[in-house]
Nanobody
């Protein structure tokens, strides 16, 4: 499974961005999909995940709850992360990851448990 993120960029504090995660040549419907973010020198931080399409349950880290929304585009077989009210501390490389399992995403995602990863999309929040 090859994952590709898109939608990163630079935005002022309080602004919004939407990240997208797509699988090359297949749908993400049967996969649990997670979003991580990483700053230099630190391990990836799991911020949100969504269970596979026939479940759709979601989990959010406290740091993004109420500001970020993870959702599926069932028609496209993709997963997106809508990020609102962005803060400078949200600045990071954002990576999507996927796992073919019905048992993933009942708690915050842990990077070492996901097998498939995208290359990352940089998000910079500054004035």
């Amino acid at each position: 499974l090859q994952l590709v993120e898109s939608g990163g960029g630079s935005v002022q504090p309080g602004g919004s961005l939407t990240l997208s995660c797509a699988a090359s040549g297949e749908t993400l419907d049967p996969y649990a999909v997670a979003w991580f973010r990483q700053v230099p020198g630190k391990e990836p931080e799991g911020i949100s995940c969504i269970r596979r399409a026939d479940d759709g349950g979601t989990v959010y880290a406290d740091s993004v709850k109420g500001r970020f929304t993870i959702y599926r585009d069932n028609a496209e077989g993709t997963v997106h992360l809508q990020m609102n009210s962005l803060k400078p501390e949200d600045t990071a490389a954002y990576l999507c990851a996927a796992e073919l399992s019905a048992f993933y995403c009942h708690r915050l995602p842990i990077s070492k448990t996901y097998d498939y990863w995208g290359q990352g999309a940089q998000v910079t929040v500054s004035s």
